[in-house]
């Protein structure tokens, strides 16, 4: 079953529930008619019965008047014979009721039974009246045929069959068809899946013209093509921007070289140009560096060592390393550290990870304000803020921070490899790696980066 198509799943199915359905309801149309015919057969019987046992009342003896009368009471219904015993002797006999059915009644026959005869099916009761005919007793065999009705219920079992058979092959061939008209949706859908490309996954399926049942598959379909456009569109995105980013300085080693080919120099001139084309090379390769952890890191291929270290003590360090790039700038550092701080992980990676934030606040922060840097114990976190005071970045930005070459102002980008737009994509890949999470917040000039990271567990 499991190579059948779904059409013909369900069309099997139908089949089988339709062949149940009719099955039971024969079935119990069966059983219920005969249950039917015995309890009418019952009444009718044990009213024939009485009616005899009070002609045998008026007498100890059958004599001719007796006998007519209970011959006048079989032959006034149809199908009816009896016959009277004493002990093994049959007595009475109504002419209907041949020998052979008398010889197969036993004298412990039950009250109601149904024997077979040759051809012929009764349907009978025996009643016993002691204290006539002697001490043997009297019984009384009175018997229906019911032949014709056996027949009529063989015919009607015949009929059944035929009809079930008939039934089922309708069924199944009318299930086909209403099953295929009911999955006419899934076919478009299926059509319209086929003309999605790359190129135009910006295309959404209508749920109008969809059944309900049908309107989750087809939300979880589109939400699943929002996904892939925003996935293609940043890696068109990260593909382009790798381009630019490492055009800018093989632009300017390609020019500087040409220059110091058009003639001939001095050593300190060539040396100068060394220089230059050397800063350029190291900026191109920390720019692969952060390219080739990024992609480690989407392939869950860092394993930072797990460590004791202090957070504060790690951001007092690189607070240090910037105090002189924020004194350039006007720039004061504050920091500020409530309960205990120690946290479990690489502390290289951890140190990158605050630099990064502290390079953010500096390069963003105005000049003559104060960036706070508060370092505090938040139930099973240790939190990190750093914030500066800058221009507010719109809430739009504010997801997309954390991208890779991702600038608010893309007017930045031109002639500038300083700055390549990595560092806050490392450094959610980092906080990440060490089961801690980061956002950000901006809002009345303040932009505030919170950290959290486990704390260490006693």
């Not at 996904?227 to 632009?251: K, V, W």
């Not at 860092?302 to 390393?321: G, K, N």
């Not at 917040?441 to 932009?447: C, I, N, Q, R, W």
Request: glycine letters at 6%; proline letters at 2%; charged letters at 20%.
């Amino acid at each position: 079953m499991s190579r059948l198509s779904l059409r013909g799943r369900m069309a099997l199915l139908f089949v089988i529930v339709v062949t149940a359905v009719l099955t039971l309801a024969a079935i119990s149309f069966d059983y219920f008619c005969r249950l039917h015919f015995e309890r009418q057969d019952a009444q009718v019987l044990e009213g024939k019965v009485s009616a005899l046992e009070m002609i045998l009342a008026r007498g100890n003896s059958l004599d001719p008047d007796m006998i007519s009368d209970i011959h006048r009471l079989i032959d006034t219904s149809f199908g009816f014979a009896a016959t009277i015993m004493v002990g093994d002797r049959v007595v009475s006999s109504h002419h209907n009721l041949s020998e052979e059915l008398a010889l197969s009644l036993s004298p412990r026959q039950d009250d109601q039974w149904l024997i077979q005869v040759g051809p012929n099916r009764y349907s009978g009761i025996t009643e016993r009246i002691k204290g006539w005919g002697g001490e043997e007793g009297r019984t009384i065999h009175l018997a229906l045929n019911v032949t014709h009705r056996t027949h009529f219920f063989e015919m009607i079992r015949q009929w059944f069959i035929y009809t079930l058979v008939v039934s089922a092959i309708l069924s199944g061939a009318l299930g086909f068809v209403l099953i295929r008209g009911g999955l006419k949706p899934i076919s478009r859908l299926s059509r319209t899946s086929s003309t999605i490309t790359a190129n135009c996954l910006d295309t959404r399926i209508s749920t109008e013209s969809v059944p309900t049942e049908l309107h989750e598959l087809v939300d979880n379909f589109n939400a699943m093509l929002e996904r892939l456009d925003q996935s293609f569109l940043r890696l068109s995105g990260f593909s382009a921007d790798i381009a630019h980013e490492l055009r800018t300085p093989l632009n300017s080693m390609l020019t500087q070289t040409e220059v110091a080919l058009m003639k001939d120099r001095e050593n300190a001139d060539y040396k100068e140009i060394l220089f230059s084309t050397l800063e350029e090379l190291r900026r191109m390769a920390r720019m692969v560096d952060d390219m080739l952890f990024l992609a480690k890191a989407d392939n869950g291929m860092i394993t930072p060592d797990f460590e004791d270290h202090d957070l504060a003590a790690i951001a007092s360090s690189v607070l240090d390393y910037y105090e002189y790039a924020a004194d350039e700038k006007g720039i004061r550092l504050a920091m500020h550290r409530n309960g205990a701080t120690q946290v479990s992980g690489d502390n290289l990676m951890l140190r990158r990870a605050v630099s990064n934030v502290m390079s953010n606040a500096v390069r963003y922060g105005e000049a003559g304000t104060t960036i706070d840097i508060n370092i505090s114990q938040a139930g099973q976190w240790v939190q990190l803020n750093v914030s500066n005071q800058g221009p507010t970045i719109p809430p739009e930005h504010i997801d997309k921070l954390f991208d890779r070459f991702y600038r608010i102002d893309t007017a930045r980008r031109e002639g500038s490899t300083l700055n390549a737009g990595l560092g806050m994509a490392i450094t959610r890949s980092i906080v990440e790696a060490h089961k801690g999470s980061i956002g950000c917040h901006s809002a009345e000039g303040v932009t505030t980066f919170t950290v959290k990271l486990p704390t260490v567990r006693e």
